[in-house]
């Protein structure tokens, strides 16, 4: 069965930073992509940033530049380092990763006060 376990979320002040890390019970070699979505109360799930096998990365137009994905191999772990962090960026992170099926984390909550 596979695993996703999210963590590295918490509060932090208009301008901080955290950096989100999804550790994965196998190889993430294995799958075809990864990626983190948040969700906010009240709003629809979105994609934030994808990290393709071949090391392809998108990021959502409100990410770019502020948020970097990568991931480290030999961890089987994804990381997802946020900069410069935002009010509106308050959400529930959810690490995802795609092979036959998609697969969720279970979120990692992050509150960014003003």
């Known amino acids: 069965q596979v695993q996703l376990v999210e963590s590295g979320g918490g509060l932090v002040q208009a301008g901080g930073s955290l950096r989100l890390s999804c550790a994965a019970s196998?190889?993430?070699?294995?799958?075809?992509?990864m990626g983190w979505y948040r969700q906010a109360p009240g709003k629809q799930r979105e994609l934030v940033a994808v990290?393709?096998?071949?090391?392809?990365?998108n990021y959502a137009a409100s990410a770019k530049d502020r948020f970097t994905i990568s991931r480290d191999n030999a961890k089987n772990t994804m990381f997802l380092q946020m900069n410069s962090l935002k009010p509106e960026d308050t959400a529930v992170y959810y690490c995802?990763?795609?092979?036959?099926?998609?697969?969720w984390g279970q979120g990692t909550q992050v509150t960014v006060s003003s």
């Open positions: 196998g190889s993430i070699f294995s799958f075809n992509s």
């Open positions: 990290l393709t096998r071949s090391g392809i990365t």
């Open positions: 995802t990763a795609r092979r036959d099926t998609v697969y």
